[in-house]
């Protein structure tokens, strides 16, 4: 029964977050998965490639990737950007499609205001034959696997100019219910995000420059989580991050682009 306990927990800590959007460490460069406004502050157009993998060592742990692209046109004044992004935690997963746009309104030769719209389709799977792998002899076996859809959008506004920024948005407005499973999860739902983001470049040289970005985010299903992330960068050709997260959490990675454009 080790092992089913092990999937019990794994699951229902998977579905605590899977309802929930992914708490990601690299939203310097991507910051239109949680503020869709955020997606016409782009200088060029990038695609940005991630595969993460959690908790080593434990079965069943956590598993995401994602790819997205986005890009901003001046001369209609808008940005575009696009993501597929998927998780898995034990037996539920959760594949994702998220779409942004958003207009830039110029309030001076130096500063802008986006507002910014995203939408999301996301499909929710049970694969209830992981667990029978894990139940003992005299256990009920499962062997169905479910899955839902459901729809949800985003709403944000960034203000911004080459030194500062500042962002405020809430994601899954809509909190789209989980339909469909045929179980106890029928009435779950997902639940409103809200994020607050300021940042503040530095120029340290001719080739050097470091972002620091402090990100607030909060739902009424878990609590506040408060970010730094500092991000040394040489002419954005490659950048080394360091940061930390409330509840005592280290981030740290490094990054590279290949002709400026895939990161």
């Known amino acids: 029964m080790r092992k089913l306990f092990t999937l019990i927990l794994l699951g229902f800590s998977g579905l605590a977050q899977a309802q929930q959007l992914p708490v990601y460490s690299h939203l310097i460069a991507n910051r239109f998965l949680i503020n869709p406004a955020t997606v016409g502050s782009v200088k060029q157009p990038s695609i940005d490639l991630l595969v ?46 998220n779409l942004a746009y958003d207009y830039r309104i110029r309030l001076n030769r130096k500063m802008s205001l986006s507002l910014g719209l995203s939408a999301m389709a996301t499909q929710f799977g049970i694969n209830t034959g992981a667990i029978s792998g894990a139940l003992d002899n005299d256990d009920i076996v499962l062997t169905k696997n479910k899955s839902s859809f459901m729809a949800d959008a985003g709403a944000g506004a960034f203000l911004f100019n080459n030194k500062w920024n500042l962002g405020i948005s809430a994601m899954q407005l809509a909190q789209s219910k989980i339909a469909n499973l045929d179980i106890a999860l029928d009435n779950s739902k997902n639940y409103r995000h809200y994020y607050l ?39 954005d050709l490659f950048w080394l991050q360091a940061g930390f997260r409330s509840q005592m959490t280290a981030l740290a990675g490094f990054g590279f682009s290949v002709k400026k454009m895939i990161k």
């Open 197 to 235: 983001i300021a940042g503040y470049n530095m120029t340290l040289s001719y080739a050097w420059s470091l972002r620091n970005q402090f990100l607030v985010r909060s739902s009424f299903r878990s609590p506040l989580i408060a970010e730094y992330s500092g991000q040394l960068r040489y002419n």
């Open 52 to 97: 993460r993998q959690q908790w080593t060592g434990i079965a069943n742990a956590p598993k995401d990737g994602m790819i997205s692209f986005q890009l901003f046109i001046p001369k209609h004044s808008m940005g575009l950007g696009g993501a597929v992004y998927t998780d898995k935690t034990a037996v539920l997963s959760r594949n994702t499609i």
